[in-house]
């Protein structure tokens, strides 16, 4: 019914302009200039508003797709802008991140369908495949320009950024710039200080922090392990590679850096030089109440809903609350975030551009956003202002500025890597390191089976 109005509404319109240049037609023989059309057409064009900035007069259902309920609660702050829309919003939460692309994927398809969205929600780790497509829309058809998002951190526009076309096809409300968090009676223990500038200089670069790896393990005799897990080190060094997994000639080759990933993650586990855990299980979230675990590298969200959510107190003295503290570590990288997109057939650009347009380029209500959320929005002047007015200091961090230590990991984040290929091919990764690691297999061999995985995934990609 929602595509069949829209249409009936067109098909009016059409009549309605048939009739009117029937009425009109011996009006239009006393022009004389035959310029003036033109002209008038063209004035008509250049006071036109921008779709984003157009009234929406459509009282059809709007339908924003996602897999959780934070974009929920995000849209809030439209709604509390332009409570006029609220009615038409349908947030359709699928719950289930591990199907929802396969549900998108069946809507994109079916774009006839009464429940096809408008909106939609993209993780980083499959965002490419959308945006490097035909079903998601260029902002600018939404009315949404260069100005609007020039706040936005350079690597969140990247991103979305089609690699055919260079099309920017979603926008970001936050930014996830990544940092190492460690505990700071830790590092006063076995590395005689706490202050961060000063522990970066133990961790600056992969040698660097191998070697305060082994210190710590052997200061400690074994009881505290710089890292919980070997899978805590891959987001960070998946953003020191130098090129794509697969280039723009379908060319998949193993970036140097990756290579070394490989001996790294075998160092970890031969050496005992972290707790084995793995990520989101009970051990390795315990791990940040205890004093088994010298660091994590974390991210924005992380800070707050991963380290402070699992330290044991909620106070400073209870747990590890107030022990903490953030250099960069290694490598500048991010890790997640989420993105806006509007599908192909969006039944209301003007309504898509304005909800993007405030949730993501509104200075005004991503500071409010970020107040009220703790989320590290993706405007540098709204994180300007809150670092200003003295929102960033942490009793987490023992009074560290968690805003001004993300601003500037934010600038120097690289996404020059990423490809459309990525998810599958990092879980093909995942594989074949931890069972070189686990001494399933040699380094060769483990190589090969990746390359051959890759190559079973994608047989039209030649893979050196």
Same mark, same amino acid.
């Given at each position: ?15 309605m ?27 008509a ?43 038409r ?27 096809y ?29 260069? %100005?609007? +998002? ?6 969140? *526009? @990247?991103?979305p =950024?089609? $690699?055919? #076309?260079?099309?920017?096809? &979603?926008?970001s409300?936050?930014?996830?710039p ?77 970036d140097?850096?990756m290579?070394?990933?490989? %001996?790294? +993650? ?6 005992? *030089? @972290?707790?084995? =855990?793995? $990520?989101? #299980?009970?051990?390795?979230? &315990? ?10 590298f ?46 192909a ?45 003295g ?74």
């Amino acid at each position: 019914m929602k595509r069949f109005k829209k249409s009936l509404a067109l098909l009016l319109v059409v009549i309605m302009a048939v009739s009117a240049w029937g009425c009109k037609k011996d009006d239009d023989k006393t022009s004389t200039d035959p310029t003036a059309e033109v002209t008038e057409s063209a004035a008509a064009e250049s006071e036109e508003p921008a779709a984003s900035e157009e009234v929406s007069t459509s009282t059809e259902p709007f339908y924003i797709y996602s897999w959780n309920t934070e974009l929920e609660d995000r849209l809030q702050y439209f709604k509390d802008k332009y409570p006029e829309y609220t009615d038409r919003i349908q947030y359709v939460n699928i719950g289930d991140s591990a199907i929802y692309q396969e549900k998108i994927d069946g809507l994109l398809g079916s774009p006839d369908s009464a429940e096809y969205p408008d909106l939609f929600a993209l993780e980083a780790d499959y965002i490419k495949k959308y945006v490097n497509s035909d079903y998601t829309l260029d902002v600018a058809d939404l009315g949404i320009t260069a %100005d609007d +998002y020039a706040n936005q951190y350079a690597y969140t *526009l @990247t991103i979305p =950024t089609n $690699q055919s #076309t260079g099309a920017i096809q &979603a926008l970001s409300w936050q930014a996830c710039p990544g940092s190492m968090m460690y505990r700071r009676s830790l590092a006063k223990t076995y590395l005689g200080t706490d202050e961060p500038d000063k522990v970066q200089e133990f961790v600056s670069d992969w040698d660097k922090f191998f070697e305060t790896a082994r210190t710590i393990n052997e200061k400690s005799g074994g009881a505290t392990k710089i890292l919980s897990g070997n899978d805590d080190i891959v987001k960070v060094y998946l953003a020191t590679k130098t090129k794509p997994w697969v280039d723009e000639n379908s060319v998949f080759s193993i970036d140097d850096n990756m290579l070394a990933y490989f %001996d790294a +993650y075998k160092t970890l586990e031969e050496e005992d *030089l @972290t707790n084995k =855990t793995s $990520q989101w #299980t009970e051990q390795w979230n &315990a791990n940040c109440a205890n004093d088994s675990t010298f660091a994590y590298f974390g991210c924005t969200w992380f800070l707050h809903w991963t380290i402070k959510a699992n330290c044991g107190g909620e106070k400073v003295g209870e747990g590890t609350y107030g022990d903490w503290a953030m250099c960069q570590g290694p490598a500048p990288y991010y890790w997640g975030g989420t993105w806006l997109a509007a599908t192909a057939n969006c039944s209301d650009k003007q309504l898509a551009g304005l909800i993007m347009k405030t949730l993501t380029c509104d200075t005004e209500t991503m500071n409010k956003m970020a107040d009220e959320t703790l989320d590290y929005v993706n405007n540098k002047e709204a994180v300007q202002q809150l670092i200003d007015a003295g929102k960033g200091p942490y009793e987490f961090l023992g009074g560290q500025d968690f805003l001004s230590v993300f601003s500037p990991l934010a600038e120097n984040v690289d996404v020059s890597w990423m490809s459309a290929y990525d998810q599958k091919i990092n879980e093909q990764l995942d594989i074949q390191v931890k069972a070189y690691a686990n001494g399933e297999k040699d380094k060769d061999a483990a190589i090969a089976d990746f390359k051959a995985g890759v190559a079973d995934m994608y047989p039209t990609l030649t893979v050196e």
